[in-house]
């Protein structure tokens, strides 16, 4: 039994270096990246902080909001036909800034096919399955970058640069890295797979960067300082589902307990997405996520606001003049305690 005895590091195992910084204010910071994809040879330019395609965060209204800060959001793959119609027909401005999510059953490409067919102009696929690690995940990548030839492909969820590699060459832009650090994921506790968060990033980041491709770091971060630390390790976009969960456009409706108010949030595969869209736990499997109730937070706009503060803030603090700059600028101190919790 080999034992690999690496130590790999989670956001919480790290804090980032101040640096030198000729920068006056965060206001001087740019958070706009510019992309040109590997495959799909588009052009890209936002800020690259996309909702996940969780039914209760990867929602059209949240995708409005987000949109007007020029971030993504990945749109899950249950609204039919109908609504995304009346959605993107109403809102022609947004199309740059959503992903469709899709799986890898036929249902699956037919409905892919048909909103692409739809509305051309979209350009992201997000290609999204628990584990990408599976043969037929490759060949389905494959599959759909053989039709979608111009198409921005998103694929995941890996967190080693072997596999990063394998599914750049088959067809992937942007490879999504994460295993198991999800707010809403339990898989760490029901199968023992994972890989800490930070070290997945460094390390995918390495493997993608040295083919031209991308990465998208998903899961885990639990406040702007995370974020902060997955694009410091390489990310280029930072995915959020827990973060951007109960606002007023996040899915879900808002609970009164004890004169508290709270929105469900669940993972999309624990028991309660499993009853609402296939019609129960599989008896061959375990459900893999948790239903949390969240506290209710307004506006996503506020919360959106205090996501890319933080991340200007680490940007002046290491010197980056745009967010471009934020890995090169990085250096990742390894620390025993994160912030002061007396007053908690
Ligand atoms: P968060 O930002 O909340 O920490 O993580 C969001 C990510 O968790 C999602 O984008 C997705 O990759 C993952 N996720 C969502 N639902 C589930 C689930 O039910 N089980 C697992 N294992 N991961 C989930």
């Known amino acids: 039994m080999f034992v690999e005895s690496d130590v ?56 409005e909001a987000l949109a007007r800060h020029r971030l993504l959001t990945a749109i899950h793959k249950h609204y039919s036909i109908k609504q995304w119609d009346d959605f993107l027909n109403s809102h022609p401005d947004i199309l740059p800034f959503i992903m469709v999510s899709t799986g890898t059953s036929d249902a699956d490409f037919k409905l892919l096919s048909e909103i692409l067919e739809r509305h051309e102009q979209l350009q992201f696929i997000c290609i999204d399955v628990a584990n990408g690690y599976s043969e037929s995940f490759v060949e389905h990548v494959y599959k759909v970058r053989e039709k979608f030839t111009d198409k921005t492909i998103v694929a995941g969820n890996v967190v080693t640069g072997e596999m990063v590699e394998e599914l750049l060459l088959s067809g992937a832009d942007v490879v999504k890295v994460g295993i198991g650090p999800g707010s809403v994921c339990t898989t760490r506790v029901k199968a023992g797979v994972g890989y800490p968060q930070l070290s997945a990033v460094i390390e995918c980041a390495d493997a993608a960067h040295g083919l031209g491709g991308r990465i998208m770091s998903d899961g885990g971060c639990t406040c702007p300082g995370d974020v902060a630390k997955a694009f410091g390790g390489g990310a280029d976009f930072v995915m959020l589902g827990g973060m951007f969960a109960g606002h007023d456009e996040s899915g879900g409706q808002i609970l009164e307990r004890n004169g508290r108010q709270f929105k469900v949030f669940y993972g999309m595969s624990s028991r309660t997405a499993m009853e609402k869209h296939s019609g129960g736990v599989a008896a061959y499997r375990a459900s893999e996520g948790k239903t949390v109730e969240v506290p209710y937070r307004g506006p996503i706009d506020d919360t959106v606001r205090d996501i890319l503060g933080g991340v200007r803030s680490a940007c002046t603090y290491v010197g980056a003049a745009a967010l471009r700059e934020l890995t090169k600028r990085t250096t990742f101190i390894r620390v025993q305690e994160q912030e002061n919790r007396i007053f908690d």
Do not use: C, Q, Y
């Open 8 to 63: 790999k590091l989670g956001f919480n195992d790290v804090l980032i270096r101040p640096k030198r910084s000729n920068l006056k204010s965060r206001s001087e910071v740019d958070l706009l990246r510019t992309f040109v994809f590997m495959h799909s040879k588009r052009e890209w330019t936002g800020v690259p902080v996309v909702a996940s395609n969780m039914d209760t965060t990867g929602t059209f209204e949240v995708a």
